[in-house]
Structures are given as structure tokens and as C-alpha cells.
């Protein structure tokens, strides 16, 4: 349960986020289409998901050129696997060019090569790139539970890929790894990511949302699990993601990169029309307050 | 206009930002700006954490007429706030800041918490026809990070747009820099005195702009901005933090110009250029 309406009350109800301005752009380069098929995935990616398609740089231009104009300060590449767009590399060019960039991989193409002509990219950009490779336990027992047999220990020469090639990547942790979100958990990360040769370990805990496939690997949202407006402050409102961020897709602009599965989310067609307040109807709306997490790094 | 002071309209100014009570960086870089023909004195906020005996360096600002602007250690130590509000998001760098900001909270002398409390967060001045606006971390908030790397031209554009401004400066981040927009508007971090900029040298920076010659023929244009490195007296710093029982790890930035703390929030170009 995460729309408004199985909660039982209208959207008028919901505590408004209001748009500050935008500064952050979310492109969905791979839609939902992934090499993996994760258990913990909150919009479900996978092979065969086409439910959002893989981005071309052309699809893309426009949409760059509204987010100058916009004075946009930063972009995330996301899927989906952004790896499996056969145009990644000039999409990362491209956006290099008009501001800093991260991009959310699962690792698994992360090979010397690719690795070096990401260096280049990095190198004549006057912008930060930021790799962010998701990793989901202390070892392969956690990790391939949730990401498919095999998938830790080549996340893992993808994260050494990035290092040898004078990368700092950051390490995205769910808390499906139990434990990771305590001191002892984190430092034992941070002792697995020294372990694999990343001298200056950087990580990123998240929560989970718990839609798409971990709504069927642990549980989906209760009904009192929802915001309400006594209950919520503006500056915790202002603080959250969607008052200064949206996600593009094949399908349109979204309110976060969380809810691209939600009709109510898709705001518009083009970015300028969707810098508008926001109902915090969802499920996953509780989340973000709740746990006052952002998808940025 | 001839209401407001001189002092707003000069034709060479510096700009210091981040101290964190570093009073012998502050007097040297005040003597340094003056020798080079500084009209007027600005300090963009954060006078205290990380050094020792922050009572010195309100004295040394004020006894110099130097125009502060609040930032956010001054808000957060004015009010007697439980935290520094710097901005961090991992445990180690709060747990670094923590330190110094409870340290710097006790040793502030009274009369200078309600100085703080007076100061403005943002100051519109002049320099040769140009809008200069002044702030701690941006214009739109006291505690964000404006990094080089991170802070795109376009989006430098609509601060300047939303703001009403030709010039912006600020610092927060302690390390400096500058654009020149295509528009011909200006963002200047001015970069820190209170530690190096996690280069491997010890000397700290402000930054020094000047109005061009050709000003009164051609009219309003991109002030010349000058990044000045100051050499103090590190070792003697180091010595008074250690006196003061300030961590190790702050000292060793001092004695070696690479930070060691507070690192999480650099973005991955800084971060790449600093050793740890």
C-alpha cells in the first residue's frame, strides 16, 4: 500500500512540499532496464521491466537545455543499470559539460577500460563526477541474496576498477545489509572497503521503500504509515528532496526518483511545468521524511 | 548614495573568511591587505572552532574595523545552539566538529555571543558600479557548500539573477575560488584563514578585489580578484592548540597543510586533490 488513494483520503489532505527552485535532475538514462533482478528494488528493475525506456542523448538534449536554462546545479544518471546504455559515455559528456555528475551503477561493468575512459571524461570536465556503486552486505552470502549468485565479488572488482583508475567512489549501503546503519555496522564497512584496496572509503547508507520488489521481499507500507500535516515541519519539508529536485524519464518528469511508478508522481511533460508544490501522499513520502534521507550524495 | 559610508564604495577591498580562531593568520593577513592598499576590511563569518582562545580574534576584528558578516558558527554560538550547524553527514566529521564547536562554545567570552547575535547574515556594498552582494555559505542559505566543482556555471547565472547582484562572495566551504560568468557577473569563495587549503602548504588565503583602471572611462566591469596566500606563524598555533588540548588531527592540518577531518562533504574533485 503507498498511493494516496488505498490510504483513504484525498490529496487535499497531504502536507504540501513547496518547490524552491530546481536543483537537481534525475535522468532514468536506463529507465527500469537492469542486468539484475534485485529482491529489494523499489521499482522493480530487471531484463525485461521496460515500463520506462533507456534514455538516448537526444532524448536527453532538451531537457539538458531547460535545466540551464533553469540554472540547475547537479545531475544524477540512474536506471536501471546506466551502464547498459550503449550511449552512457557521451551521455556523461554531455552532462559533464553543464554541471557535476553521479552516476548510480551496480558495478558489475565496471572493467579497465571503461574505467579509463571514464577517468578522461572526468579529467576534461571542470566538473566533479561521482560513481556510486551499490553494495548490499558484508560479503557474498548478503549481497547475492538480494543481487543474484556472483554479483559481490564482481561489484567489488568494479569498485577496485574505479580506485586503481584514482576514483573515490562512494559505496551505497541499504539497510537490507542488517545492522549497517549503527556504528559497529559502519565500521565494519568501512573496514571491507579499506580491505579491497579503497584507501579513503566513502559511504552512502540508505533506506529501504518498501515498493516494487521489497514490498514482496519483507513488507509493504501499513496504512498509518503516511504523513500528515500536524505532524511535519516546514523545515523538514524544505529539507526533502523534492522541494529542489525532479526525475526525467522516457515517460515524463517525475516529482522524485523514488515514485516513477506512481501516475500522481509524473508532474509534466517538460521540467518548467512540474516546479509546483507536491502532496506528500505516499508511502515512500514517509520514508523520506521520516528518515530524513536524501538520494543525493 | 552619498548617505552611505565611504567605506562601501572603496576601490581595493579584502575579504577573509573561516578563522576559526586563528588570531595570527587574522593579524597577518589584516597587515598584509593594508601594505597592499586595502580601502576597507570584510569578513564573511566562522571567527571560531578548530583553533584556540576564540575571544581573540572578535577583538582583533573589531579593534581593526573589520565589517562582519554572520556565519554560521556565529549564529549557532550566539544562541547557544547544540551544534555548529556546519552541515556534515558523516559520523567522524561530527564527531571532529563537535569537538571543536563545544570548545569554542565554552571559551567564548559572553560580550562577544551577543555581538554575534547582531550580526547581519548578508551585506550589499559597491565597487565601481558594481552590486557586490556578501554572505557566509550563499546568498539563499547561511550553511551551503559552494565547491568549485559543484557550483556550474548556469547555477551561478540564477543566484546572481535571484539576488540581484553582479558579485557574489562567500566562503564556508574553506577553499577559494572564482568564476567570471559569461554574463560578466562574479562568484568568489574567498577561501579561509583559520586552516590551509588541503594543498600540503601551510599558508592560509584571502582573496583581494580591485576596480580597473579604466573604471571612470569605460564604466562597470569585472573587478580584478586576487588570491593572496598568507604565511603566519603555524608552529606557534600549533603549539597553542596543543596547550589547549585541541585533537591531534587539527594540529597535524595546521603542521602540514592537508586536512583530516571534516572530509565527507568535499565533492570528489577536492576531495581527489587532498591526501586523505
Known sequence: ??????????????????????????????????????????????????????????????????????????????????????????????????????????????????????????????????????????????????????????????????????????????????????????????????????????????????????????????????????????????????????????????????????????LGARLEETLRPFGLSYGACHTCYVSGVTCRT | MSSIPAALFPRRAAFFGGVYSNSHALEEAIRDARRRGAEALFCLGDLGGFGPHPGRVPAILREHRVTVVQGNYEDSVGHDRPDCQCGYTDPRDNRFAQIAYDYTLLNTPASCKSWYRSLVRTLRIEMGGRRLLLCHGSPRRQNEFLWRSTSPVPFLERLLRDYEADVILCTHTGLHWGRTLPSGGQVINVGALGRPANDGRTNVWYALLSVGAAYEAAGPAPLAVEFVPVAYDHERLAREMRREMLPEEFVETILTGWWTTCLEVLPAREREAGRF
Not at chain 1, 528493475?45 to 547537479?74: F, I, K, W
Open chain 1, 1 to 266: 500500500m503507498n498511493g494516496p488513494q488505498e490510504a483513504g483520503r484525498s490529496c487535499d489532505a497531504w502536507p504540501k512540499v513547496e518547490m524552491t527552485g530546481l536543483d537537481t535532475v534525475w535522468f532514468y538514462v536506463a529507465g527500469t532496464l537492469c542486468n539484475l533482478r534485485c529482491t529489494h528494488c523499489f521499482i522493480s528493475c530487471s531484463p525485461d521491466n521496460r515500463s520506462h525506456g533507456m534514455m538516448t542523448l537526444q532524448e536527453m538534449h532538451p531537457y539538458l537545455d531547460e535545466a540551464e536554462r533553469l540554472g540547475v546545479r547537479e545531475y544524477y544518471l540512474t536506471g536501471g543499470e546506466p551502464f547498459l546504455n550503449r550511449e552512457i559515455l557521451p551521455i556523461l559528456e554531455a552532462t559533464l559539460r553543464q554541471g557535476p555528475a553521479t552516476v548510480l551503477t551496480n558495478g558489475l561493468f565496471l572493467d579497465q577500460l571503461t574505467c579509463r575512459k571514464l577517468r578522461a571524461i572526468a579529467d576534461a570536465s571542470d566538473y566533479s563526477l561521482d560513481i556510486r556503486v551499490s553494495l548490499d552486505g558484508w560479503g557474498p552470502e548478503d549481497h547475492d541474496r538480494i543481487r543474484g549468485s556472483g554479483t559481490f565479488h564482481r561489484a567489488v572488482n568494479g569498485i577496485r576498477a574505479l580506485a586503481e583508475h584514482r576514483f573515490l567512489p562512494i559505496v551505497t549501503v541499504t539497510e537490507a545489509a542488517e545492522g549497517v546503519g549503527g556504528i559497529d555496522g559502519r565500521t565494519r564497512f568501512l573496514e571491507l572497503l579499506l580491505s579491497v584496496g579503497l584507501s579513503r572509503p566513502r559511504i552512502k547508507i540508505l533506506p529501504l521503500w518498501r515498493i516494487g520488489a521489497e514490498a514482496g521481499r519483507a513488507r509493504g507500507y501499513e496504512s498509518w504509515e503516511r504523513l500528515s500535516s500536524d505532524a511535519t515541519t516546514p523545515e523538514g519539508l524544505a529539507a526533502l528532496q523534492c522541494s529542489s529536485g525532479r526525475a526525467v524519464t522516457t515517460r515524463g518528469v517525475y516529482v522524485c526518483p523514488i515514485l516513477i511508478d506512481e501516475p500522481g508522481a509524473r
